[in-house]
């Protein structure tokens, strides 16, 4: 079983920062994909970004610019650097790694990590 473990989340004024850290039970190389979605309250889970094991990334329109995605492989950990918060970032912000073996796919979550930003 897979365990993904989030941290960096907290409470944060308008334009402040946070690094979410996402550490891996498994070996996160043997993810096709890691990424970060976030849900806030009354809304849709979305998917905020992603990087493949290659390093390629993917970013949501809202974010680019002010979000980075990284990953440490020997540390089997994915980053989530966030700039320039703004209060529509509210939100739990949940880390995925999926993997895909043939015709089959999955999805493993973590349990989340709030991140509140003021106005």
């Known amino acids: 079983q897979v365990q993904l473990v989030e941290s960096g989340g907290g409470l944060v004024q308008a334009g402040g920062s946070l690094r979410l850290s996402c550490a891996s039970s498994?070996?996160?190389?043997?993810?096709?994909?890691m990424g970060w979605y976030r849900q806030a309250p009354g809304k849709q889970r979305e998917m905020v970004a992603t990087?493949?094991?290659?390093?390629?990334?993917d970013y949501t329109g809202s974010v680019k610019g002010r979000f980075t995605i990284s990953r440490d492989n020997a540390k089997n950990t994915v980053y989530l650097q966030i700039d320039s918060l703004k209060p529509e970032d509210t939100a739990v912000y949940l880390c995925n790694a999926h993997e895909t073996t043939g015709w089959r796919s999955r999805d493993y979550w973590g349990q989340g990590t709030q991140v509140t930003v003021s106005s």
């Open positions: 990087i493949s094991s290659f390093g390629k990334t």
């Open positions: 498994r070996d996160i190389f043997s993810f096709n994909a």
